[in-house]
């Protein structure tokens, strides 16, 4: 991380490494569809320790879960800091976005499906549909409240 990273507490600033986190997750989408993949939604970024000047970012991000044409990634960073010899990577945020993967006419297309190798592939495709259900209830109950509110107010209420 450099100088123009940083924010006004002398740290990276979370946009910046907001946007390493949607490239990481954009290229595993892609190369998991095999073609361009669009961000649908970020559902949770959480960022854990600072970033300073100078400090090494490594990203990591896996397909956890995928849909017809969607599927969410899974992004971890880890910071190595630039002052500290042999030092073990600290991590530093944690994300989770989805992506749509779309043809050259931008509609969606289908997604090959993700292998479960191991049980913590298997957990992470549980905790997706965990999100993925959160996510949908959240946006039913929006479009809701929305429908009640342009009814405007009931007699008796």
Do not use: C
Not at 6 to 12: F, I, K
Not at 43 to 56: A, K, M, N, S, T
Not at 65 to 88: A, I, P
Request: proline residues 6%; neutral net charge; hydrophobic residues 45%.
């Amino acid at each position: 991380m450099t100088a123009v990273d940083v924010n006004l507490y002398g740290t990276v600033h979370g946009g910046v490494l907001m946007k390493f986190v949607d490239d990481v997750a954009g290229a595993a989408a892609a190369r998991h569809s095999g073609g361009t993949a669009v961000t649908a939604a970020i559902d949770e970024i959480v960022f854990l320790e600072p970033v300073r000047v100078g400090d090494l970012v490594h990203a990591y991000a896996q397909v956890n879960w995928t849909g017809k044409s969607s599927m969410e990634v899974g992004v971890k960073l880890t910071g190595e800091r630039w002052d500290e010899v042999g030092g073990t990577p600290v991590p530093v945020a944690t994300a989770y976005l989805v992506f749509v993967a779309v043809d050259v006419a931008g509609k969606p297309r289908t997604v090959p499906p993700v292998l479960l190798a191991d049980p913590d592939d298997k957990r992470r495709f549980k905790e997706a549909l965990i999100r993925r259900d959160h996510r949908l209830a959240r946006r039913r109950a929006i479009q809701r409240a929305r429908a009640e509110q342009q009814e405007g107010p009931q007699p008796g209420w």
